[in-house]
């Protein structure tokens, strides 16, 4: 009875630690899978890199998948001239998931991303342009950053972000559609279960307000 009482205290802990750096609220089953996963970004404002960075600390994921525009309060593909403070703020993204291993980084570039920039700060991480398939500890990953971009026949996970569109993933079996917009995900790399982890409302709330001049 001690050890579980003692086991739950630091699940509470560990959760309210999240909540106060993050802003993110965990599931208790995570914490048993730190070290065991694979962690999905897409579309994420520089405002919430501290957020980023403390969910990989965190987590300690095997492997980080993000499918676009990095930097999504540049919108570099209506103002390119601002292209020298994109590459600052990718070069801050570069040492937020420096815990992960380069080669087990995979970036999807954006209609608001400048793949050379990307390809020139993330050597040694996958780099794609648009859209790319690639295989991960077994898992299939089908990746795009808009999802009428997504390779087909679909794979068993399909991953992008862009646009808000909703998708359901109800049939066991089914190619599972992960859109990133709406929510971060994390995948048990052994069992291929899909943890779904809203972003908090200052991202939700700074996308709103810059939809008005495209995502």
């Not at 992960?178 to 291929?192: A, D, E, P, Q, W």
Request: hydrophobic fraction near 40%; glycine fraction near 10%; charged fraction near 25%.
């Amino acid at each position: 009875m001690r050890e579980r009482k003692e086991s739950l205290m630091i699940k509470n802990v560990w959760l309210a630690f999240s909540r106060l750096f993050s802003g993110i609220t965990l599931p208790y089953s995570l914490e048993d899978l730190r070290g065991k996963i694979l962690l999905h970004f897409s579309d994420t404002p520089s405002t919430f890199y501290g957020g980023m960075r403390h969910l990989i600390r965190l987590l300690q994921p095997l492997c980080v998948v993000h499918t676009g525009d990095f930097a999504d309060d540049i919108k570099l593909e209506l103002r390119p001239g601002e292209l020298s403070r994109y590459r600052m703020k990718l070069s801050e993204l570069a040492g937020v998931l420096a815990p992960v291993e380069k080669r087990h980084i995979v970036l999807v570039t954006g209609n608001h991303d400048h793949e050379g920039s990307v390809r020139e700060i993330f050597q040694g991480s996958t780099v794609f342009a648009g859209n790319g398939r690639i295989d991960l500890y077994g898992l299939d990953l089908n990746l795009s950053h808009a999802p009428k971009d997504l390779q087909k026949p679909l794979g068993r996970f399909n991953l992008f972000g862009h646009e808000p569109v909703m998708h359901r993933n109800c049939k066991e079996g089914m190619p599972l559609l992960l859109n990133g917009l709406y929510s971060m995900h994390v995948v048990n790399i052994k069992t291929g279960e899909v943890f779904y982890l809203p972003y908090p409302g200052y991202v939700d709330d700074a996308r709103l307000n810059r939809r008005k001049i495209g995502l």
